[in-house]
């Protein structure tokens, strides 16, 4: 039975230390590290992560700006709005919480934002400094991976990493973090997506599976070789009349027979998911002691 | 016996064709593209490459500037002409011809180029757009490999390609481009390098082989399946005292052993090589057609 990667108590560690981190730095130069946030319109699922974020924030000493707009709003009022935050001192870092409205450019918005605030690490700038190995800011998601895989001290030189999907978020940045000349890193990695053929050939191989599909219950114990890690990025609602809800929250690998054959398991919820917000207070952080960029 | 993949040919046919291009476009704007190359000291096969580049453009029509800079110039001296060149709007695109002397930062000249004319595609900013599948700047040799898996209709979609070797000119960005969801692309695509282990567990699996180690007769014909496609991107001298040079170039590749297994195959010199300098005449038109940037 495989060892849980527990993205609850690992993000709560991460989440104590960086707590410490941010009173030394208030301490050493009176600063306290300010992420601010842009949040277009009402989506219910971004209003949720939106205020988890802030929450987060609030909990480990972070200053936060939460700034509305509403939906309908020109994609220059937006930028004008990015322009004022890359110029204001007292902000660290920034986001703007995806996806937008379909009348504006993500990228040209993206874009916009200096590179030297984007925590999120979805600018041009970060993607390839990261994929050339200089610093950066690493996207949310990846990096959780990344300190799951480091805390949980397993072994990466060497093994063969096997990343489903594609996505700019998770796996293209996945594959190249893998890939890295790094501590974290040195696998040989196989990126495989919606056009790989015979997919299993490559999980049965894989000493590491990270897969982000959102395809609930995809990867099954037949596609995984005993002794795997297995990395689940997937989170997809379920229609459950069990809950109260009325929705469960699944992942892409089916559980219960995975974690059997597995050495090493995310669950879901409780796994990477959780990892993820707390990346971003880890970049925001970073962000406040320029240790990124000057 | 497999086909060769002729970069001699095919590199004199693309030429022909941006003659043609860059006629047109001085009928219709007056306009004749303009690349630079800046050159700093004497280094012996720096020499060769920027005179074969300078060449190159004469043949087909661009315009071209080599300003060269004394081996003891100071960084900042080099930064200052290069923020010269970006100032400059008679020039459409400029390389720094590398390796750079050690006193100066490779890293801080590439990030001071405008990234609008970094037509060697080193650019943060281009890997970074690269990677996100939007417009930008290929790396030379990559292009190059590009334009001749597409000029010869190899069919990619769905083949596992296996790049050996992560630098940050060829392999790493080859890894990213065969991945993308685009026309010659969609390849599951596993990236090899120092610390892979059992190698041939990968290649022997391969449709199509693209490696670029700087190993001679590296891969031989027990590593490969019949029918792959082999991509030869290594170029190493070795002493041969029957030529008159007294060396001989020879690539990663046993290509007497691997021809006789592979469908198609490049030769050493007379393949890759040769389309490099082409993929930079071609990334100078873009940039004097403000094709990728405005």
Redesign the interface.
């Known amino acids: 039975m495989a060892t849980l990667l527990d993205g609850r108590k690992l993000s709560a560690t991460i989440q104590e230390e960086l707590t410490e981190e941010v009173k030394k730095l208030k301490v050493a130069s009176g600063k306290t590290p300010h992420l601010a946030a842009i949040l277009v319109g009402n989506d219910g699922a971004s209003e949720t992560y939106v205020a988890s974020k802030v929450k987060r924030c609030e909990e480990v000493g972070i200053q936060s700006t939460l700034i509305r707009l509403e939906e309908n709003i020109t994609e220059q009022t937006l930028l004008y709005k990015i322009e004022e935050l890359n110029a204001n001192p007292a902000i660290d870092g920034f986001i703007v919480q995806l996806p937008l409205p379909t009348h504006i450019s993500e ?1 040209r918005v993206i874009e916009k934002i200096d590179y030297r605030k984007d925590v999120d690490g979805f ?7 990261m ?2 190995n ?1 610093p950066a800011y690493i996207p949310a998601t990846p990096f959780g991976i990344l300190q799951m895989l480091e805390r949980y001290k397993i072994p990466t ?2 093994k063969h990493c096997v990343v489903i999907g ?1 996505s ?1 978020i998770v796996g ?2 996945m ?2 973090l893998m ?3 790094t501590s974290v890193g ?8 919606s ?3 015979n997919l299993s ?2 999980t049965k ?1 894989a000493d590491i599976i990270i897969i982000a599909l959102g395809k609930p219950a995809f990867l099954t114990a037949d596609m995984v070789k005993e002794e795997a890690v297995v990395i689940d990025v997937g989170i997809t609602r379920v229609p459950d009349s069990s809950k109260k809800s009325g929705y469960a929250l699944k992942g892409d690998v089916k559980f219960e027979e995975v974690a059997e054959k597995a050495s090493y398991i995310t669950p879901v919820p409780g796994g990477v998911g959780l990892m993820t917000v707390t990346s971003l207070l880890y970049n925001t952080l970073l962000a406040a002691k320029k240790e990124i960029y000057k």
Do not use: E, M
């Not at 600018?123 to 400094?129: A, D, K």
């Not at 040195?186 to 997506?193: I, Q, Y």
């Open positions: 990228q600018h041009p700038i970060n993607i390839g400094r994929a050339k200089l030189s060497g594609r700019n293209s940045p594959s190249i890939a890295r000349n040195n696998c040989t990695v196989t990126l495989c997506h056009r790989t053929q050939d490559y191989k």
